[in-house]
T-cell receptor, first 114, second 109 residues
Framework: KAGVTQTPRYLIKTRGQQVTLSCSPISGHRSVSWYQQTPGQGLQFLFEYFSETQRNKGNFPGRFSGRQFSNSRSEMNVSTLELGDSALYLC?????????????FGEGSRLTVL | GQQVMQIPQYQHVQEGEDFTTYCNSSTTLSNIQWYKQRPGGHPVFLIQLVKSGEVKKQKRLTFQFGEAKKNSSLHITATQTTDVGTYFCGGGAGNMLTFGGGTRLMVKP
């Protein structure tokens, strides 16, 4: 079956712009988590959605937001981009994180902010 | 909040040598997961440990979960060049999975 699909794979933005990233989870998976990966900070948890509800949120400013649709697809948005937002944004899906399922990661969206 | 620390940050080994990475949590975990990320790739699930003191093996890889469920280790016996990558532990507590900073393994042939 198809894996986790993230779009776009690469994008370049300038400071002050906003960006929307998309994630389609594995069919049947209802939990979608987002992580920011940078060389210095590793995998930082952004938020997790389950059945269109945000269940958990990491320690990121309000410029980072997300949502989940009824088909479990998820989007995350970063407004007023800063240079430090340059990173690989990874989406991961699971059947239901609350029952400690493994995470299936997508290839990621690599964002460069100039 | 929960913090997960992983050491070492980097490890160079000669092919055939053993390798170990350690993971420590500031809080008791309900489970721990290990992932491998090849250079340029995305994290891929290796294993999950749930029970106190649990030990699991996958060929040359041995995973342990501490008795207090606050630490874990991954040991690779006789490394191969295919083992190259970054190994992450993820500590689970409730719905949250908090990752350590990862250990980047480099193997010299």
């Amino acid at each position: 079956k198809a894996g986790v699909t993230q779009t776009p794979r690469y994008l370049i933005k300038t400071r002050g712009q906003q960006v929307t990233l998309s994630c389609s989870p594995i069919s049947g998976h209802r939990s979608v988590s987002w992580y920011q990966q940078t060389p210095g900070q590793g995998l930082q948890f952004l938020f997790e959605y389950f059945s269109e509800t945000q269940r958990n949120k990491g320690n990121f400013p309000g410029r980072f937001s997300g949502r989940q649709f009824s088909n479990s697809r998820s989007e995350m948005n970063v407004s007023t981009l800063e240079l430090g937002d340059s990173a690989l944004y990874l989406c991961a899906s699971s059947l239901d994180r609350s029952i400690t399922g493994e995470l299936f990661f997508g290839e990621g969206s690599r964002l460069t902010v100039l | 909040g929960q913090q997960v620390m992983q050491i070492p940050q980097y490890q160079h080994v000669q092919e055939g040598e053993d390798f170990t990475t350690y993971c420590n949590s500031s809080t008791t975990l309900s489970n721990i997961q290990w992932y491998k990320q090849r250079p340029g790739g995305h994290p891929v699930f290796l294993i999950q440990l749930v029970k106190s003191g649990e030990v699991k093996k996958q060929k040359r890889l041995t995973f342990q979960f501490g008795e207090a469920k606050k630490n874990s280790s991954l040991h690779i016996t006789a490394t191969q060049t295919t083992d190259v990558g970054t190994y992450f532990c993820g500590g689970g507590a409730g719905n949250m999975l908090t990752f350590g900073g990862g250990t980047r393994l480099m193997v010299k042939p």
